[in-house]
Nanobody, 125 residues
Framework: QLQLVESGGGLVQPGGSLRLSCAAS????????VGWFRQVPGKEREGVSI????????NYADSVKGRFTISRDNAKNTVYLQMNSLKPEDTAVYYC??????????????????WGQGTQVTVSS
């Protein structure tokens, strides 16, 4: 069974940091581009960051550039999202998903599959 499991979410004060993990089971992530997405109630799911299968090419939404860093450890079958300088507007459920190929680093949601169940990130004082 192909499955992605996100973890690392929680409650953090503005300006704080969290590191999210996306672990795969039942398949190897090493051949996949992986994206992080987030969604708040009533809004569409949006792309946050994407990393190619080798961990060489990355892309970020403008809203997180300079604050978030995506990385991967294929030996551990895991992709990470380091989130620094968190803002209240970063509050959302964060999901990871896979796609084949990287192309121009698009985070077009319909191109992704194997979605995890999500992890809640809440930024509040």
């Amino acid at each position: 069974q192909l499955q992605l499991v996100e973890s690392g979410g929680g409650l953090v004060q503005p300006g704080g940091s969290l590191r999210l993990s996306c672990a795969a089971s039942g398949f190897s992530l090493q051949n996949y581009t992986v994206g992080w997405f987030r969604q708040v109630p009533g809004k569409e799911r949006e792309g946050v960051s994407i990393i190619d299968h080798r961990g060489v090419s990355t892309n970020y939404a403008d809203s997180v550039k300079g604050r978030f860093t995506i990385s991967r450890d294929n030996a551990k079958n895991t992709v990470y999202l380091q989130m620094n300088s968190l803002k209240p507007e970063d509050t959302a459920v964060y999901y990871c998903a896979t796609t084949l190929g990287y192309g121009l680093g698009s985070m077009y949601v319909p191109w992704f599959e194997n979605w995890g169940q999500g992890t809640q990130v809440t930024v509040s004082s």
